[in-house]
């Protein structure tokens, strides 16, 4: 169902969510077709920073949604068959609404997601995706500390982040275009499986071996 933006709702709020509307009535596959189609055609994002933000975080929300179907978690990482799948926010929340809008009215095994921001990292609980901000990089061992072996696929675009704080996937922006970069050994620690139509379209660290 298209999304329907209030006529009230000033410019830049529309101009926000309009991706959204379009690219919703292709459903869940046409999503994330036009998510790698704008990441492997190397579509760049506008220099101006705020440009930038608006092109930028709903493209990473749109990921943030379809890695949830190309993951599979194990059944404890549930608490009842009908629990909502958690995509959460660790630190300042650099989405705004547009990472509600993106999971509105999706499921994915039948469960609905629910979007939470956390303070601090001792906050999340039931969480199943926890992108964290960067507003948490000189607290990235703590966090990856406090989540090691939680069955969580955690996911930042903090710059030059080290190999060995065992984040599973990483946004990088290189010439104003965005790639995935997904550390395999950081699924394996989560006990997380991660589809192979994903990862033939990453970076993946460490390399595989031939």
């Known amino acids: 169902m298209p999304v329907l933006i209030p006529q009230n709702q000033n410019r830049a709020t529309r101009e926000r969510l309009c991706p959204f509307s379009r690219f919703r009535e292709c459903g869940r596959a046409g999503f994330f077709v036009f998510a790698l189609w704008l990441t492997l055609l190397g579509i760049g994002l506008n220099d101006a920073r705020s440009q930038t933000i608006s092109r930028e975080y709903p493209l990473k929300a749109v990921f943030l949604l379809n890695f949830a179907q190309f993951t599979d978690w194990p059944t404890n990482a549930f608490d009842a068959p009908d629990s909502p799948f958690v995509i959460g926010v660790l630190g300042d929340d650099p989405f705004g609404d547009v990472l509600d809008e993106a999971v509105k009215d999706e499921q994915v ?8 921001r956390y303070a601090r990292v001792e906050d999340v609980k ?35 982040l080290a190999y060995y704080h065992g984040v599973c996937v990483r946004f990088i922006t290189e010439n104003n275009k965005i790639r995935l970069r997904i550390n395999t050994d950081s699924l394996k620690a989560a006990n997380l499986v991660m589809s192979s139509k994903l990862l033939r379209v990453a970076e993946v660290v460490p390399a595989p071996t031939k």
Do not use: W, Y
């Open 109 to 116: 095994a039948g469960r609905k997601f629910v979007v939470e």
């Open 126 to 160: 039931n969480c199943h995706i926890l992108f964290i901000s960067q507003s948490e990089t000189r607290r990235m061992d703590k966090i990856t500390n406090e989540l090691k072996g939680k069955p969580i696929l955690t996911v930042s675009d903090i710059d030059n």
